[in-house]
């Protein structure tokens, strides 16, 4: 959509009005994230250093996503920088032998779960853009003895993997993240093989959100401020080439929990958080890149 028609309050909106340009959208998400695997790494917080960015034993996005029996023998810290807002790996139906990539794989424990469905014979990669990041959780896939995993450094907007490489994508709470999350699909249907699926966990909004939530950049780290509507984000996979979209809600936010996740803003949280109650979810994002060229 031309910049001079498109809504600024509108869910994919990257105007200087509403998110900044993106290299400050992409400085801002790296440096608070690598924050958090310096954080992790030293043993001091699993939260993400601010009140509004996703993480956090009481966070209402990210807390209880996986079942003890997945993380118990996972290290401490690929848990302890678990970001996300869903649990991709149950969403995925991995199967042995496949590849495997998680976008924007953060401290690894998508990508050591990941590892284990797929076995020896399948493979998984992680991509994330903080060094911090890729040097935690390439300590924690030595530490959980994973020999099928490789972390790759680089932006999910670029993809540093060949054409028709992989056969599903995952990803926790990331795409949201990202300022031009067109290329992320496009690159995403570019590296999957034919057939190849794409099972994502993010944070989706159903309805008009305030202007305010939108302009926060303390937000847009907090995956709630960058999030697509849904139309737009099933409208953005259909263009990008993919077949067969849906969301499935997996959590819906109300009251509650907007006002504990927009504390701290600088917004009028109580106020706030009215308008966007119910409006605001975590979701499994299922997609399939068709088997033969359309």
Known sequence: ?????????????????????????????????????????????????????????????????????????????AVLASLGCGNPTALA??????????????????????????????????????????????????????????????????????????????????????????????EAFRVLKPGGRFAVSDVVIQGPVPLAVRRSMELWVGCIAGALEDREFLALLSEAGFVDASIEPTRVYEFEDARAFLSGSGLDAGRIAQEVSGRIMSAFVRATKPAQPA
């Open 1 to 77: 959509m031309p910049a001079e028609n498109r809504d600024p309050s509108a869910a994919g909106c990257c105007e200087p009005t509403c998110c900044d340009d993106t290299a400050t959208v992409t400085e801002t998400v790296k440096a608070r994230y690598g924050e958090v695997a310096r954080r992790v790494a030293a043993g001091t917080t699993a939260s993400c250093c601010g009140p509004t960015c996703c993480g956090g034993a009481d966070d209402p996005i990210s807390s209880n996503l996986y079942s003890v029996d997945q993380t118990s023998d996972l290290p401490e810290t």
């Open 93 to 186: 139906e991995l199967r042995a032998g496949e590849t495997v990539l998680d976008l924007g794989s953060g401290g690894g424990i998508d990508v050591l779960l990941s590892a284990r469905r797929v076995g020896p014979t399948g493979k998984a990669y992680g991509l994330d853009m903080t060094d911090d990041m890729l040097a935690l959780a390439r300590r924690n896939a030595e530490s959980a003895g994973a020999t099928n995993v490789e972390f790759l450094k680089g932006q999910i907007e670029t993809v540093p993997l060949p054409d028709q490489s992989v056969d599903v994508i995952i990803s926790n709470c990331v795409v949201n993240l990202s300022a031009d999350k067109r290329r992320v699909l496009t």
